[in-house]
């Protein structure tokens, strides 16, 4: 029996798996990473500048103790390299009263206790003068929501798994893994790597890399713009906070505008079906056009010249929310994809539970209600 050369492998090194290999590698473990881009890549779905992180999570009430686990972990890692990773701006939803998001929010804010505040149109708009809702809208108020440096939470959590032994693998495409005798073993364009773990983390390519489990995975173009706001001060971070809006023409959302980026908005509730490898990658004119057309209804002057605007891939589930499990027919490989376009604010807390399950075979974080066998007829 040939002994592996490492206790784990990760494959795929966006948000969630940088994040694995950290913890991984600060438990004593050897980890090999690897992936097929360099680390900030725009590729995938771990990029943008900013990401969104709120704890009143309208998704589902079971992601409220998932998100207060990362809200803690991206802290401690801010503690840990001395970097500034997450900036608290509040968070202002803004729908019918009977929408999914607002009633969402206000379900998850009861359920957990979470500090959040009713507002009627008229008070929005007393607050916030940015926000321009129709006379139908109401909103609720979180002031613990807040952004994420995606870049750089990525960079990193790499370089302290790198502190901690790990070796980073980037640049290099998997070509093929089979199980074996004494673990696994993962096959790229450069060479052959074996470990005890393997822990797969690939974003858009998870599809093809466990392409004999079917997992119910769709890969949406979307995009967003950074906008040079005719009426900044109106929406600097002093003055409005990040706004989610459930309007007639789509689910948006809009992060203030921030020096060297501007304002960025985009949409949230639907995208094109491409495969990752040949998608369309720039942004059109008639795109930017409709939503520029929206925003502008609710939020006037927030948009201007377009400074930068690129897509990005959700990776989406029938139900939206994540995966996260082990392979049904290798109990030494765990998976976690999915992640359907709201998934970046819990990496931090997804790098540890799949530091627990290819440590432990278990974890006492409650995601039982992510588990692929949702999915499959007959299991549950």
Not at 31 to 43: E, K, L
Not at 68 to 75: D, P, T
Not at 216 to 228: G, I, K, Q, S, T
Not at 270 to 288: C, F, H, N, Q, S
Request: with cysteine; aromatic share 8%; proline share 6%.
């Amino acid at each position: 029996m040939s002994k592996p050369q490492s206790d784990v492998i990760v494959l795929g090194l966006g948000g969630m798996g940088a994040a694995a290999a950290y913890h991984l590698a600060a438990r004593g473990k050897s980890v090999i990473g690897i992936d097929r881009y360099q680390p900030g890549h725009r590729y995938g779905s771990s990029h943008g500048k900013t990401r969104i992180i709120r704890e009143a999570y309208f998704e589902a009430p079971e992601y409220v103790p998932l998100v207060r686990r990362a809200y803690q972990l991206w802290r401690e890692l801010e503690n840990g390299s001395r970097q500034a990773l997450l900036s608290i701006h509040g968070l202002l939803t803004i729908g019918a009263p009977e929408s999914e998001l607002v009633q969402g929010v206000l379900k998850s804010s009861e359920m957990y206790g979470i500090a959040c505040e009713s507002l009627e149109r008229d008070e929005i708009m007393r607050r916030f003068p940015g926000a321009v809702p129709s006379e139908d809208m109401v909103g609720v108020y979180e002031p613990t929501g807040g952004l994420l440096d995606p870049e750089k939470c990525i960079d990193v959590h790499l370089d302290l798994a790198r502190r901690h032994g790990a070796g980073i693998r980037d640049g290099e495409r998997v070509t093929s893994w089979r199980s074996t005798s004494a673990g696994v073993e993962v096959v790229t364009d450069q060479d052959t790597y074996r470990a005890g773990q393997l822990v797969i983390t690939a974003g858009p390519w998870t599809g093809r890399i466990l392409s004999n489990l079917e997992l119910p995975l769709e890969c949406w173009r979307v995009f967003f713009a950074h906008y040079d706001s005719v009426k900044r001060d109106y929406y600097t971070p002093d003055a409005c906070p990040i706004t989610l809006w459930d309007t007639p023409g789509g689910s948006y959302y809009a992060i203030p505008y921030l020096p060297g980026q501007g304002m960025k908005v985009g949409r949230h509730d639907t995208g094109d079906v491409v495969d990752p490898e040949t998608m369309k990658r720039t942004v059109d004119v008639a795109e930017l056009r409709r939503q520029t057309e929206i925003i502008e209804r609710y939020m006037p002057g927030s948009t201007g010249r377009v400074l930068e605007a690129e897509t990005c891939i959700y990776t989406v589930t029938p139900d939206h929310h994540f995966i996260i499990d082990r392979h049904p027919e290798d109990e030494n490989v765990f998976f976690a994809c999915g992640f359907s376009g709201h998934g970046y604010k819990f990496a931090s807390v997804i790098g540890e539970i799949m530091a627990d399950l290819a440590e432990q075979g278990r974890t006492e974080h409650p995601i039982g209600f992510l588990s692929a066998d949702r999915f499959v007829a007959g299991r549950s």
